[in-house]
Each structure stands twice: as structure tokens, then as C-alpha cells.
């Protein structure tokens, strides 16, 4: 049986070995031909070099999401090896958690660029050959739980993210008349022993020992009790790029164990206590009759 995403090409950033490579390898196993685009460059590579060697088609490459020329670039390399776009994951980011009060207009301007202008320069010149050439295609921003709460002192990363959400309605909105959808997809944090296991195939360094301690006290106050994995992220990028997705435009798909569902004031570990409180507060309530 053919791949969900068969004669499809996807064109990925920021494809370091952690959540955009996964979702590169998830779609090349769905058959779609990757195109690979880091500013770094043994990212870029890597992970093409990695769906090749599986048996799939890639390119990497090396191109700055902020620079108006390189994405154009990249897009005409896109054209000229596979014919044109499908799908664009627009997933390059910088993380630097500064608060307001110390972050400086340098690194704002940055952190936010590489977001926000990013994810628009990529949309617009791959939105436009997908016009040109008449495919229906579908794009997926990439967000995090952190665009849509107040996480303290990561100011420039909450501020881009939940204006992406924004830029995903609008865009849908705009792109409609072409039958091209535009989506985001929310993933959180993410359990690390995926993306430094593709690391290790890759050949290349990731994580950091510190943040597996950190994401298992997060792991807490999940839900689901477990942290999603980059394929998890693939498998729900793999549906919204898909024809499977055809009627959906406009949304954002949250792949988060439930963590922006959850009431404020519950975690999985206060169950007991709410339910002795919910018993002692029934048992004082007037009864009927
Ligand atoms: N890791 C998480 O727990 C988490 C949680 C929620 C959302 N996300 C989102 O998922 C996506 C991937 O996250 P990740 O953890 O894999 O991040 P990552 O840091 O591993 O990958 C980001 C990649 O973007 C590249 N990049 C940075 N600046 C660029 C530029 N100017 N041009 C081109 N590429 C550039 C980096 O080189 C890197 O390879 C991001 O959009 C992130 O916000 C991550």
C-alpha cells in the first residue's frame, strides 16, 4: 500500500535531531520527499542523510529562516529537485528564556524573527509556488504549550508562539480560495530519550543530562502521565498534511498529553484530595425532600 503521503514533497525547518527531524523521518516514511532545512548545517544534512539511507528521497539544506534571499533560494531548490512543495513545516527556533525585565532588544528581535518572520517568509514564498502551480497544499506551524500560557521569563518565545496561532488563522483565511490549508500543530515538553537516540544514529550531539531530571518532575503534572515523543508529533503532522485532513484549515492540533486542558489548580497527583473535598462538601449540601 502506498504511503499517506505518496507523490507529496515536505519541506521542513529546523530539522535538528529532536522534534522536526522526527516529524522528516515520520513523513518520509509516508513516502513524501523531504527537503531538510537547517541553519545548521550537519542538521540540514544529517537528517537528510538519514531518510536516504532508509530508502527515502532528501535534500538538506543549509539556508537562515530570517533571510529573505536564502528562503527564496531554498524554495527554488526545492522546485528544481522535486518540482514543488506540499507541505511546509515551519518548525526553526531559538530558545533563550529570558523575562522582560532582562532579555535584551537584540536577542527579542531575534528569538521573535526567527519565529515569527521565519515561519512568514517561508509561508509566503512557498504559498506563492504552491499557487503557481496550482497544488493544494498544506503548511503547519509549529507551536508549544508556552504559546498558549503565561510561562514566566521566556517572554520573546510566548509572545512569538501564540502569535503564530494568530498567523495560522489569518493565513488559513487568506489561502482558502486556493484549496491550500494552514494549520498549527502544538506540541510540549518533550520526553528526550527519542530525540537523542536519532542523535546517536545521526552521529551527532544532543540534550542535555540536566533537562531529563527537569522534564521527569514535568512529566508529573501531565494527564496522560507521560510526556509525548517527536512521533507522536509525526504522526499528527503526518494526518493535518494529508488528504485525510482535507476539510480541516484553520486549527491547531494540540499533541500535549492534555497539559493545556488541565484545570489550573489539579494534577494527577491532588486526585485524592479533590475527591475527599468534593465528599465532605456533598455531605454538608441540603438534601432534596
Ligand atoms: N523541545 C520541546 O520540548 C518543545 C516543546 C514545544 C514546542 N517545541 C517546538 O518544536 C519545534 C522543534 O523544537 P526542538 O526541541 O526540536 O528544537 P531544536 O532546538 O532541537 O531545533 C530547532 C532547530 O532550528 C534551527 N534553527 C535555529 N535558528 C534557525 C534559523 N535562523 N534558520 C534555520 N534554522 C534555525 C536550529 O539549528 C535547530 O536545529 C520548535 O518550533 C519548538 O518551539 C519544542
Known amino acids: 500500500m502506498a504511503g499517506r503521503l505518496a507523490g507529496k514533497v515536505a519541506l521542513i525547518t529546523g530539522t535538528s535531531p529532536n522534534i522536526c527531524g522526527g516529524i522528516a523521518e ?17 542538521y540540514a544534512q544529517q537528517c537528510a542523510a538519514s531518510i536516504v539511507q532508509r530508502g527515502g528521497q532528501a535534500i538538506g539544506v543549509v ?15 526545492a ?35 526567527v519565529i515569527l518572520t521565519g515561519t ?26 508556552a504559546g498558549h500560557q503565561g510561562q514566566p521569563r521566556n517572554v520573546g518565545y510566548c509572545t512569538g508562539k501564540s502569535g503564530l ?11 482558502a480560495e486556493y484549496g491550500i490549508r494552514v494549520n498549527s500543530l502544538t506540541p510540549t515538553a518533550t520526553d528526550p530519550q527519542e ?7 545521526w552521529g551527532t550531539a544532543y540534550g542535555d543530562p540536566r533537562l531529563v531530571r527537569l522534564l521527569e518532575e514535568m512529566r508529573k503534572g501531565v494527564p496522560l502521565q507521560r ?4 512521533r507522536h508529533y509525526a504522526r499528527a503532522a503526518v494526518f493535518l498534511a494529508s488528504d485525510d485532513a482535507e476539510m480541516i484549515t484553520g486549527t491547531d492540533l494540540r499533541v500535549d498529553a492534555g497539559t493545556v486542558a488541565r484545570y489550573w489548580a489539579w494534577t494527577p497527583q491532588t486526585t485524592g484530595l479533590w475527591q475527599g473535598i468534593a465528599e465532605t462538601l456533598a455531605s454538608r449540601s441540603p438534601k432534596d425532600g
Not at 530525540?195 to 544514529?201: D, I, K, S, V
Request: hydrophobic share 45%; aromatic share 6%.
Open 120 to 145: 512568514f517568509l517561508f509561508t509566503k514564498y512557498v504559498a506563492r509556488l504552491m499557487i503557481a502551480q496550482g497544488r493544494k497544499g498544506s503548511i503547519i506551524n509549529i507551536i508549544s504549550t
Open 165 to 175: 496561532l494568530n498567523f495560522t488563522r489569518s493565513v488559513a483565511m487568506e489561502l
Open 79 to 113: 522546485r528544481t529537485t522535486f518540482g514543488g512543495v506540499d507541505i511546509l513545516v515551519n518548525g526553526a527556533v531559538i530558545f533563550n528564556q529570558k523575562g522582560v525585565l532582562d532579555m535584551s532588544l537584540e536577542e527579542w528581535t531575534r528569538q521573535t524573527a
Open 26 to 42: 515520520g513523513m518520509a516514511e509516508e513516502e513524501a520527499k523531504v527537503v531538510c532545512v537547517d541553519i545548521h548545517p550537519d
Open 195 to 201: 530525540g537523542m537516540e536519532r542523535a546517536a544514529r
Open 63 to 77: 539556508c537562515d529562516v530570517t533571510d529573505e534571499a536564502q528562503v527564496r533560494e531554498t524554495v527554488e531548490r
Open 227 to 230: 510526556l509525548p515523543s517527536p
